[in-house]
């Protein structure tokens, strides 16, 4: 079966510090993976994804920046920390080839002091 | 651009009791409905999903309900139960091959006992 591991579960950061999120699925081979932030009581808003090795498509401007140095291996990164950066970041996968359902990690909180 | 409208944000009932969520979609190409459970400090977890092919689905106490015509499709909890208690998030598939996926805005769903 299909696991999707997500690390670390909390963090925090002083602003101005570098980030690093990494996430990994097991038990299937050339997923599309994408990159959630979740603001506290609110929806899903899609940072990044990526159809396959090296291709990452941004969803909005920002602080942020993702890779994918392997093929079930997505990382979220910063430079430098924003206070706006904190928030509940989630990593899903799924299924090449469209209307397929993601599967979410359990998330990293992330707050920036 | 595409969007999806879900309604109530919050919904209270008594245990037992049917809950009922609605969402409506803006993207004549999606074809691909699933709808997320998300329990607090978790990741979302799909509970069910359905396709463009289908009028209703169900799957014990849950059901979905999709009209393609009028671009609406409902969540349906029969019986319900504490363990009900959560936030549920619908969402439409974008129409394309990456998977991308856009999501309402979410259900605040309390079961009383």
């Known amino acids: 079966s299909q696991t999707i591991h997500q690390w670390p579960a909390t963090l925090v950061q002083p602003v101005g510090s570098p980030l690093s999120l990494e996430c990994t699925v097991e038990g299937t081979s050339n997923p599309n993976l994408y990159w959630y932030r979740q603001a506290a009581g609110r929806g899903l808003q899609l940072l990044f994804y990526s159809v396959g090795i090296g291709q990452i498509s941004s969803e909005v401007p920002q602080n942020l920046s993702a890779s994918r140095p392997q093929d079930r291996q997505f990382i979220l990164s910063s430079k430098k920390l924003l206070l706006s950066d904190s928030g509940f970041y989630l990593c899903?996968?799924?299924?090449?080839?469209?209307?397929?359902?993601?599967?979410f990690g359990d998330g990293t909180r992330l707050s920036i002091l | 651009g595409e969007n999806v409208e879900q309604h109530p944000s919050t919904l209270s009932v008594q245990e037992g009791d049917s809950a009922v969520i609605k969402c409506t979609y803006s993207d004549s190409a999606s074809n691909y409905f699933p709808w997320y459970k998300q329990e607090l400090g978790k990741g979302p977890q799909l509970i069910i999903d359905i396709r463009s092919n289908v009028g209703e689905k169900k799957d014990q106490r849950i059901a979905v309900t999709l009209n393609k015509t009028a671009k609406h499709f409902s969540l349906h909890i029969t019986e319900t139960q504490p363990e009900d208690s959560a936030v549920y998030f619908c969402?439409?598939?974008?129409?394309?091959?990456?998977?991308?996926?856009?999501f309402g805005q979410g259900t605040t769903l309390q079961v009383k006992p």
């Open positions: 969402a439409a598939s974008k129409g394309s091959n990456t998977g991308k996926l856009i």
């Open positions: 899903a996968w799924a299924r090449q080839g469209g209307n397929q359902p993601q599967h």
